[in-house]
C-alpha cells in the first residue's frame, strides 16, 4: 500500500510516516518509480508506534523495543526488557508528577 493508503487507515499524517521512516521505525520498499510501499502489516506497526510515542517513549527507545513488541494484534505483546523500560518510565513520570504537584501547592501558598 501507499503512504495515503496507510496514512487514511491509521489517521496518521503522511509527514509523521515520512518522519518514522527517517527515524528507522517504519521501512517501505521503494516502487520502480520511487514510491513507498509499506507491507500488509504496517497499519499495526504504526499503531504499535503511536502507542510507544503515546507513552512517552522516544524514537531511539522504540526502535530499541518495536521488534520485541510485534504480534498479531493491536494491542501488542512486550518483552520482559520492554515491560521493564515501560515501568521505569512510569516511575519517573509518578515521580515528576509528585514534584510538579508539590511546586503547585507551593505557588498557591506564595498568591494566598
Request: charged share 30%.
Amino acid at each position: 500500500m501507499r503512504i495515503g493508503q496507510l496514512s487514511a487507515m491509521t489517521g496518521v499524517s503522511r509527514r509523521a510516516l515520512r518522519y518514522y521512516e527517517e527515524q528507522g521505525l517504519l521501512v517501505p520498499r521503494r516502487s520502480a518509480n520511487g514510491y513507498r510501499e509499506y507491507a500488509d502489516d504496517a497499519p499495526l506497526v504504526v499503531r504499535q508506534i503511536t502507542a510507544l510515542l503515546d507513552s512517552g517513549l522516544n524514537s531511539d527507545a522504540i526502535r530499541r523495543f518495536l521488534p520485541c513488541a510485534r504480534g498479531p494484534r493491536p494491542e501488542f505483546e512486550m518483552c520482559d526488557e520492554l515491560r521493564a523500560h515501560l515501568q521505569r518510565r512510569r516511575e519517573e513520570l509518578s515521580n515528576q508528577l509528585h514534584r510538579l504537584s508539590e511546586q503547585v501547592g507551593k505557588l498557591a501558598a506564595h498568591l494566598e
